[in-house]
């Protein structure tokens, strides 16, 4: 598996090879009037689209307390489609926490905008995860080797604000 990854501590039988961090913006559509907020506090009442797996970086939603002492906000609807979470941050005044990465491919095209919150968000590290108790097969392990050169050089070129790979 390769993605953003929960703590998985408690299952033993996976190894978890972190491969850098995920850093995360907060968008919205560039005709909504909250677009220029400067604190998740004042959005605490706005609508929000929880994009992917709830074990990910929208496990910032399950109400556990961001690193600002304030209370991530409520989502109200989760959406495992991007270009859903598109249409939906088109049509409607709700904002999305999503990569930077994954915001800099849908920006120019589709008026969605960062808002410039100043409050830090977490970063998510993205990892590939692999069982202990199986080889990789050898074309599994070549992917492996390839993932691994990839997101080496994504680092060098600045792609993650924080590398966890070296």
């Given at each position: 598996?390769?993605?953003?990854?929960?703590?998985?501590g408690a299952y033993g039988?996976?190894?978890?090879?972190?491969?850098?961090?995920?850093?995360?913006?907060?968008?919205?559509?560039?005709?909504?009037?909250?677009?220029?907020?400067?604190?998740?506090?004042?959005?605490?009442?706005?609508?929000?689209?929880?994009?992917?797996?709830?074990?990910?970086?929208?496990?910032?939603f399950a109400g556990r307390?961001?690193?600002?002492?304030?209370?991530?906000?409520?989502?109200?609807?989760?959406?495992?489609?991007?270009?859903?979470?598109?249409?939906?941050?088109?049509?409607?005044?709700?904002?999305?926490?999503?990569?930077?990465?994954?915001?800099?491919?849908?920006?120019?095209?589709?008026?969605?905008?960062?808002?410039?919150?100043?409050?830090?968000?977490?970063?998510?590290?993205?990892?590939?995860?692999?069982?202990?108790?199986?080889?990789?097969?050898?074309?599994?392990?070549?992917?492996?080797?390839?993932?691994?050169?990839?997101?080496?050089?994504?680092?060098?070129?600045?792609?993650?604000?924080?590398?966890?790979?070296?």
């Amino acid at each position: 598996m390769l993605g953003p990854v929960p703590d998985l501590g408690a299952y033993g039988s996976v190894i978890v090879e972190p491969l850098f961090d995920i850093d995360l913006v907060v968008v919205a559509h560039n005709e909504n009037a909250a677009r220029h907020a400067t604190k998740l506090a004042d959005l605490e009442d706005a609508h929000w689209i929880v994009h992917g797996s709830k074990d990910g970086p929208s496990s910032l939603f399950a109400g556990r307390e961001s690193n600002t002492g304030w209370y991530m906000p409520k989502a109200v609807t989760n959406c495992h489609s991007l270009p859903t979470v598109i249409a939906l941050l088109q049509e409607t005044d709700a904002f999305c926490i999503i990569s930077k990465q994954l915001f800099n491919t849908i920006s120019d095209s589709h008026g969605v905008v960062t808002v410039p919150i100043a409050d830090p968000l977490p970063r998510f590290p993205l990892s590939m995860v692999t069982q202990k108790t199986r080889h990789l097969t050898p074309a599994a392990n070549e992917l492996a080797q390839h993932i691994r050169r990839r997101a080496n050089t994504l680092v060098q070129e600045g792609y993650s604000s924080d590398a966890q790979s070296e």
